[in-house]
């Protein structure tokens, strides 16, 4: 096909970016959008500082607006995220012990009720590990100990059962340390039924990123039951290098029959999170650039 998402709709999959609200309105950042993209998922606004900047205080403006206006389009929209160490909103980084509990159940539990039916598959918890295999010493783990993951996933199960329920990093990008935690805890979860369904691989990489063991990396995820979704694909770099990243992590999701999807974070290097860098697949003029092309070339023959 000759879009992103028809050519990754051919095999089931979608192809997703990361987007901002205000960007909505700007022709060319969402022609490039409703083109060539199937999913999209909010870059900021439904984290925890924007959906709940006081207690039991939701404000859902800039999720429905994304919904809405992927819905009007016939796209998926994943959900991010629901529980994260950053951008937690001011009156959450003191709480201790079960008032922190408390509200991060109430939280997750509001925020997945009010999207339930409208998200494909939610990043419950993100970057919860160190990259030795540990757990991140957040404020989390440290006030609610290491159950406080398989709370979140049973409080996301109760409010949406039907969405895939993600956990979500970095630095996975292969067979290492983090990557390896990551595996323990979700053989164990799967072993005990705790409802997780899927393991997003962030893939913020380089052109010069070592891929060598990326699929053999998703291929023992799946392996233990769960879909892997490529969450937050970006590449630093320009040309054939960058290009050759973006054609091996596509080829790797489509060579693994449970990647569901590929996200890239963000449409245009023109709006982009890593600064001074042009990791995406459109220039800032909104050019296709030689990695579009790898992409598309790659979910074609997959
Ligand atoms: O909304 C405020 C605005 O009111 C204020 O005037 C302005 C001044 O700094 O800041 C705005 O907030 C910024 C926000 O993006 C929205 O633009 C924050 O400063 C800025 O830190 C925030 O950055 C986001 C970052 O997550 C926060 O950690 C990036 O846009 C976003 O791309 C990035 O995304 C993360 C994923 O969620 C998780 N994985 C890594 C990825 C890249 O860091």
Known sequence: AETLGASAAESGRYFGAAVVPNLLNDASYSAALSGDFNSVVAENVMKWDATEPNPGQFNYSGGDQIV??????????????????????????????????????????????????????????????????SRRQSNLQQQLGNGWIEEAFRAADAADPGATLCYNDYSTDGINAKSTGIYNMVRDFKARGV??????????????????????????????????????????????????????VTQACMAVARCTGITTWGITDRHTWRPNDTPLLWDSNYQKKEAYYAVLEALNNG
Do not use: K
């Open 195 to 248: 409802p997780i369904d899927c393991v997003g691989f962030q893939s913020h990489l380089s052109w010069n990123s070592d891929l060598s063991t990326y699929q053999a990396n998703l291929q023992r995820f799946a392996d233990l039951g769960v879909d892997v979704e490529i969450t937050e694909l970006d590449v630093g770099g320009s040309g054939s290098g960058q290009a050759n990243v973006y054609r091996q």
């Open 68 to 133: 809405n206006w992927a819905q009007a389009r016939g796209m998926e929209v994943r959900g991010h995220t629901l529980v994260w160490h950053a951008q937690q909103p001011g009156w959450v980084q003191g709480l201790t012990g079960n008032n922190l509990r408390n509200a991060m159940l109430n939280h997750i539990t509001n925020v997945a009720d009010h999207f339930e039916g409208d998200i494909s598959s939610w990043d419950v918890v993100n970057e919860a590990f160190e990259w030795d295999g």
